[in-house]
């Protein structure tokens, strides 16, 4: 198992997948903090909120770098389905089984990478962004604990896309849906019924990262729900894999 983590390792970092999903993560993560400095800077000004609240909302803001590790765990999988490499993956590796394995420890770890750039650049950003319009960081309690939801939902949105890529193969598919759902799909429920979208990965995950949405989830529950949809999509990814012809 030894050689087969470290080969889908070498794979991970092969290409130009890692750098594309890097940037990705780094221009949400630089954008999202860059506008919640600005629309801070004005609530400040008219004296509705506080700085500590404001160097909450520009750490939040790089939740949206979950984007970028999501994607890359989607792609990760469903690229070897275009290339048709995916046959030779299972042959050499002694398994569907062993390869799918491989596949979703490679993929979490390259999801903790994310989110430890993601952790490391949250904070500095903060003060970057705060210098550059003029008001102080106010770490807080609150802060602290959004940068390590923000790290938690950036390191298992990884696994999320490598289940993705597992079951929907077609790699284009797979980054369309994956983004619909991230996006458009798990918030519009939310907004529809918010007693059932409470529930979907990309609200619970907004719990986590403390978004303050009402109606959504405790953050022990919300774990508990993120767990949830990590496990049905495994059980559902590794039965199509093992059942099913590969190609």
Excluded: H
């Amino acid at each position: 198992m030894r050689d087969l983590l470290k080969a889908e390792w070498l794979k991970a970092w092969s290409g130009r997948t890692w750098w594309i999903m890097a940037v990705v993560a780094l221009f949400m993560g630089l954008l999202g903090s860059s506008g919640a400095a600005a629309v801070g800077d004005q609530q400040l000004d008219e004296g509705v909120t506080d700085a500590a609240a404001v160097t909450a909302e520009m750490v939040r803001a790089w939740f949206s770098a979950l984007l970028g590790s999501l994607l890359f765990g989607a792609v990760f999988v469903s690229r070897e389905y275009g290339s048709g490499a995916v046959n030779r993956s299972a042959l050499l590796c002694g398994g569907r089984t062993r390869l799918f394995t491989a596949k979703a420890a490679v993929g979490t770890a390259m999801g903790a990478l994310f989110a430890l750039v993601a952790a490391a650049l949250a904070p500095a950003s903060a003060y970057a962004f705060a210098g550059l319009f003029g008001f102080d960081v106010v770490w807080s309690g609150e802060a602290s604990r959004t940068l390590l939801g923000v790290a938690t939902v950036v390191v298992l949105a990884a696994p999320w896309g490598v289940m993705l890529g597992w079951l929907i193969r077609n790699q284009a598919a797979t980054v369309a849906i994956a983004l619909v759902l991230t996006l458009f799909v798990d918030e519009t429920l939310f907004l529809l019924l918010p007693e059932v979208g409470r529930f979907t990965m990309q609200v619970a995950m907004g719990s986590v990262y403390l978004d303050g949405k009402e109606d959504a989830l405790p953050v022990p529950f919300a774990l508990a729900v993120i767990g949830g949809w990590l496990a049905l999509a495994g059980f559902l990814a590794r039965r199509r894999l093992v059942s099913r012809d590969i190609a």
